[in-house]
């Protein structure tokens, strides 16, 4: 942060900067570096399963160790990683410390809007067949129709084999479509409020059109798609039904702007925070005991196994406690334990300046955002950091020459929303909302800074080793 005026040496404006002005020349070189690792994973990464997938996989590379909850602690192993149903994990660095200390927790959600599948999705209408989703998490519905989607999920047949399918993320595969209606057809609907234009079950996926040959049969598209599902995958009907599988987004992470300076992808909330809380968390060198949790279902209200309410932090750090002959009680470890929230936030866009409160607002380039709370109107459902903590990665983040600023999700009576901060705050554990800055967010194709991803990175790396 760059202040204009002082008196006695101390600085009295709060002004960010952008990092392309402050940073030297070597943390720009690696911002653009880390930015080439980051693309990689989202492209690796378009679901919550591959995300943890991906996440164990470079966790492993570096060293961690999967450990089982219904198992012992292997000996000598200080650096772990325990999975949750293949959505949420939870990584641990013991460090040098006892756990009666507490931890430095980073948290980040694994989970992105999308459309998932209706109980019985597939039918035939006009000779065309269909799947009926129901989207997930909170979307504009106008965006996805023309929008390219690949399918991607898991089945589980009746022999309890599991199938992977990944299907519209290779240039050779086919992609799926929601169609929309042409303008010349279209004068009722453009009367209409823009979040009404589109009824959430017009939003349905194109998956067929050639019939079986057999002229006499009923449904002959629809009967078509299931022949090919289960000569490719075994799947009937019955294993629609059962199945996890949900349509996402089929663009590629892509560069923007002459000078590349913004990345262009799908699911980058909450996933940019999950890369760089993953990256700061495998190359700290930290002391104290740290913990990474990712958890799934954000985007609908955290509830179920996998999310932040579940009790699986719970039955981690009661195993921890119990394998470590720790003397320590759950509730006065999470008592003096610390954590960031990392989860993103809305970047100014200057093509809608009234939703932006101008004194309060997040720009891309600025570095990672440090909110104090974030919620809806009122100040309702707000988790509000405590000033010394505050204080602390202020001085945290001047001392280690990380790029930072302030922000607020939009004007007071704008809107608003949630992170998962609250899910630690109710734990007694000291929190505080840090992430990355997005345009377009919540859309198909979201838009964040290199600059910023790299000073996300960093602040989460000096805070695990602080």
Known sequence: MANKRKIGGEELFLKSELFWDIASKSEQNKAEKLAGEYKDFLDRAKTEKQTIARVSELAR??????????????????????????????????????????????IAHVDSPRMDLKVKPLYEDGEIAYFKPNYYGGIKKYHW?????????????????EIEINIGLKDDEPIFLISDLLPHLDNERNDKPL??????EEL?????????????????????????????????????????IRFVPAHKTRDVGFDRGLIASYGQDDRVCVFATLK??????????????????????????????????????????????????????????????ADVTAAYDPDYKQAYDPNNVARLGHGVVIEKYVGYRGKSYTMEAEPFFIRAIINLFHKNKVVWQTGHLGKADSGGGGTIAGYLSNRNIEVVDMGVALLNMHSPYELSSKADIYSAYKGYKVFLEN
């Open 145 to 161: 129709p023309v929008t390219p989607l690949a399918m991607q999920g898991t089945v589980v047949l009746k022999n309890g084999q």
């Open 195 to 200: 979040g009404k234009a589109i009824d959430a």
């Open 280 to 341: 700061g968390f495998l190359e700290a060198r930290n002391n104290r005991m740290s913990i990474l949790y990712l958890v799934d279902k954000e985007e609908t209200g955290s509830i179920g196994a996998t999310g932040a309410e579940s009790f699986f932090l719970e039955n981690v750090i009661n195993y921890l406690i119990r394998e470590l002959k720790s003397e320590v009680g759950i509730y006065d470890f999470y008592r003096r334990s610390k954590a960031i929230s």
């Open 61 to 106: 590379k570096n060293g961690l160790t999967v450990v089982d909850l219904n198992e012992k602690l292997p000996k000598g192993k200080t650096k772990m990683i325990f999975i949750n149903r293949g959505k949420s994990a939870i990584l641990v660095n013991l460090g040098k410390g006892d756990m009666a200390v507490g931890a430095n927790f980073l």
């Open 204 to 244: 349905n996926i194109i998956v067929g059109t050639k019939p079986v040959a057999d002229k006499k049969a009923k449904e002959r598209v629809k009967l078509a798609v299931l022949e090919w599902l289960y000569k490719n995958y075994k799947i009937g009907e019955e294993e629609l039904f059962t199945a996890d």
